[in-house]
């Protein structure tokens, strides 16, 4: 029983660079989930796709932040120009979902970015 | 504008006993409320959910409790066990007007210790 697989699991970087992170969702999840956490508190919801649609973004997604689901299967995040404030622990979730009707949300173990 | 709160940063409970964890929100538009347990250095874990048409979901130990006019839910853990001992987020949902589901919203968490 595979979960979610997010790669890689740490990412050191210098200011201005490009990230770029991957999410492998758990293979019959048709919605896949972007938050971020940062230290004492929850996790903030970023995005979603349902299969390869992106259907809604937070205002916390700058112009700054990409993320893609081609295919409908795995999904890259990308931050561009990084910032000290885009430290954080990237997480990825996924579940299933048909019409009108909600499914827990299952996550991986997230990808940390620190920002040097 | 916190819209899932949970007040108690730590609660300390006796092994054996039950464990009482508690979380209240402000959007009336939330219809779906979960619970996740986190492991230092690992993503969230799904526990329990309930639907807001109902007002109370067992699993084994785990039982949530929804109280919709107080906004109020609560997580009851019995009987406590040393692997318990985690922080554990309250997290909450709405049916988006884009026709999936939304992100999650989280509060900030609530470190449970289980003492032997």
């Known amino acids: 029983d595979t979960g979610v697989s997010q790669d890689p699991r740490h990412k050191i970087t210098k200011r201005g660079q490009n990230v770029t992170f991957r999410c492998d969702p758990i293979?019959?999840?048709?919605?896949l989930y972007w938050y971020r956490q940062t230290l004492g508190q929850g996790p903030e919801f970023l995005t979603y796709f349902q299969n390869e649609a992106q259907l809604e973004k937070s205002r916390l997604l700058s112009d700054r932040f990409s993320a893609e689901r081609p295919k409908g299967s795995f999904s890259t995040l990308e931050i561009q120009r990084t910032e000290q404030g885009d430290s954080a622990m990237y997480l990825c979730?996924?579940?299933f979902g048909r019409g009108y009707g909600n499914q827990p949300q299952h996550f991986g173990d997230g990808t940390r970015l620190s920002i040097l | 504008d916190q819209q899932v709160k949970q007040n108690s940063p730590s609660l300390s409970v006796q092994e054996g006993r039950i464990s009482i964890l508690n979380c209240d929100y402000t959007n009336s538009m939330f219809d779906y409320f979960l619970w996740y347990k986190k492991y230092p250095a690992e993503g969230p874990t799904f526990l329990i959910s309930?639907?807001?048409i109902k007002d109370k979901n067992e699993d084994g130990r785990f039982t949530v409790f929804l109280n919709k006019s107080a906004k109020h839910l609560s997580l009851h853990i019995v009987p406590s066990q040393p692997g318990d001992s985690a922080v554990y987020f309250c997290a909450a949902s709405a049916w988006g007007s884009g026709g999936g589901a939304d992100g999650l919203t989280f509060g900030k968490g609530t470190h449970l210790i289980i003492q032997p």
């Open positions: 293979s019959e999840h048709n919605r």
């Open positions: 979730a996924s579940s």
């Open positions: 309930i639907s807001s």
